[in-house]
């Protein structure tokens, strides 16, 4: 019994975890018998009672609050100049490009 094609092993774990569970057996049980933690079963078991699903949530900060915020536009204009810029064989220094 492998993992179907088309999913991730995550995805395929989680489903066998949460279908063990569903024909009655107790976490512990379900853990020892895929051979993952206690504490996987138990948070997958209430991830599904919370939000019904048993993808994995997101994860990361969401974005547009990290600590280069505050820069971001200097950083991409920084990295539009350099890639602007080009380097000319022979020549130790670097040119605009303005073709």
Not at 50 to 66: D, F, K, L, S, Y
């Amino acid at each position: 019994m492998g993992i179907p094609d088309g999913q991730t092993a995550s995805c395929w774990l989680r489903e066998r975890v949460i279908a063990f569970v569903d024909e009655g057996h107790g976490h512990r049980e379900a853990a020892r018998h895929v051979r993952v933690s206690p504490k996987f079963v138990n948070d997958l078991v209430r991830l599904r009672r919370e939000t019904g699903a048993i993808a994995p949530r997101p994860q990361g900060n969401g974005g547009g609050h990290g600590v280069l915020v505050p820069v971001q536009g200097w950083i991409e204009a920084r990295l539009a100049m350099r890639a602007s810029r080009r380097w000319t064989r022979g020549s130790l220094t670097w040119r605009r490009n303005t073709a």
